[in-house]
Every structure is written in C-alpha cells, then in structure tokens.
C-alpha cells in the first residue's frame, strides 16, 4: 500500500495510530463474514423518560477495560488517536453521521462520553505466524476504536436512526475529512449484527492513490447508551473482507447492561 494511501486512510479508521501505518505495506487477509441478526428495538422497551442516563463517570466504568476481550489489548486512546466532533467532517451534509463513525465520534449531542477506547487483537495465531517468518501477519489484526455517548430523551435511538439514514443515503460516495485528512467513500454495505436493543453495521469501500481498503462502522445501543465501534484490519489490503470484532462488540454490549 503506497504511504500516501496509508496516511489518508489512518485518522479515517482512527483505530491504529499514524505511526504504525506509515510502516505498513500492502499484505493480504483471511476473508470473513459477519455473525448475528440485526437486533431491532424491543416492543416491551421502556419510555425515554424511564431511561436513565449514566454520567461521564459511570460512562468510564462501562467503557471496555483490559481483561474484558479475550486476546485483545484494551487501553484507552491517546489525543492522537482520537478525533473530537468538529474534527469530523463531510462533502455531503446528510453523510456526516457517516464521517462521525468513521472517526468512532459520538453521534449527534450527547449529555456525556467516554474516553474512546482502542482495542486491538492480540491472537496466537498471528504471533506464531510472525515467529516463523510471516512479518505480514502482524498487520491482519483487526484494531477497533469504540465510544460511548449518553443522551437524553430519546436522544440515542434518534442518533442510530440519523447513521441508518446517512448510510442509506451516501452508499453512492462521499468524502469524509477527519483531523483535516480526507477519506474517499466509495461504497457502503450495511452487513448483520446483534447487540443491545438494537445494533447496526456497515462496510465501508475507501479509495485513494489507486489502493483501496475497507473500514467496518458498528453502532450498538442500550438504553440512552450508544457504542460506536470503527474498524480497520491493515492486511486486508485492495478492499478485502475481514471479519466483524464480534468479541469486542459482545463484550462492549455486555457491559452496557
């Protein structure tokens, strides 16, 4: 992959840090597919007005912490790893939810947020390949940057419902700028997932300096909680599949109760 292609498409994932792309090169990966049902809202649901709202800090006690995925590292994200709200931005108005996901930025005015959490896959299977002379190896794992916002009111399930549409309505392409590094969209396919009273994931096709590469956006709410969840695996290069974090998704969801 040429290191122009890499540094675009890094803040974009903002899942692996600029310093570890820009070492990487074109590699491949084991295809995957995605897992689940897409979780639809309950019947029984209560009303908004029943919700409560977790504060900041009880934000941080649900957010993913080291020893909650199994062979993954958990810590959370450095200032440069992260991306703030006014750093997200899009071509096309009604595609900025999209440009936000990307980015693992909350969606819409939260009433509070976590630190964005960056997790990594630490499998040993990758580790022996890389042990017996396959240095690619150590770029097919899957790095995910997850978020936690808290809204008010119906706040979360409106914020879900506004990705829905903006997926629907950008799968044609648009151009997402984060920290000021553009990302050309030209694709979105939403796949299947499960997870709180209801969840949503789409692949997103990324093209740039004639390479291409696929970023996975989950989002997942319970409650007034929404968990956003960017993904980016460095050895699926040419816009290969690979498959959903489903481990950290699980565990992500599981923690919001």
């Known amino acids: 992959m040429r290191s122009t ?7 974009a994932a903002t899942a692996v840090s600029l310093a570890v792309l820009a070492t990487s090169c074109s590699g491949s990966a084991d295809k995957g597919g995605d897992s689940g049902d897409k979780a639809k809202p309950s019947a029984a649901a209560p009303e908004a007005a029943d919700v409560k709202v977790p504060s900041a800090a009880e934000l941080e006690k649900m957010a993913l912490a080291e020893g909650d995925v199994k062979q993954h590292q958990v810590r959370k994200a450095g200032p440069a790893e992260s991306i703030a709200a006014g750093e997200a931005r899009a071509d096309k108005t009604e595609c900025l939810p999209v440009a936000r996901a990307m980015g693992a930025v909350p969606q819409g005015e939260p009433a509070g947020t976590a630190t964005a959490r960056r997790v990594t896959e630490t499998g040993e299977k990758n580790k022996e390949a890389v042990e017996s002379g396959d240095i690619m ?38 151009t997402a700028t984060l920290k000021g590094q553009p990302a050309k969209v030209t694709g979105i396919t939403e796949a299947k997932v499960s997870g709180g009273d209801e969840a949503a994931t789409w692949n997103l096709l990324v093209e740039g300096d004639g390479g291409k590469v696929t970023y996975k956006i989950t989002a997942v709410r319970k409650g007034a909680v929404l968990a956003s969840f960017a993904s980016l695996n460095l050895g699926a290069t040419g816009g290969k599949d690979y498959p959903l974090p489903t481990a950290v998704i699980d565990a992500q969801a599981a923690k919001l109760g």
């Open 5 to 11: 292609l890499v540094r675009r498409t890094a803040v």
């Open 137 to 174: 190896a150590a770029f097919r794992l899957t790095t995910t940057q997850v978020a936690l916002g808290a809204y008010e009111g119906k706040g979360a399930e409106e914020a879900l419902a506004a990705l829905r549409k903006a997926a629907t309505d950008c799968a044609g392409g648009f």
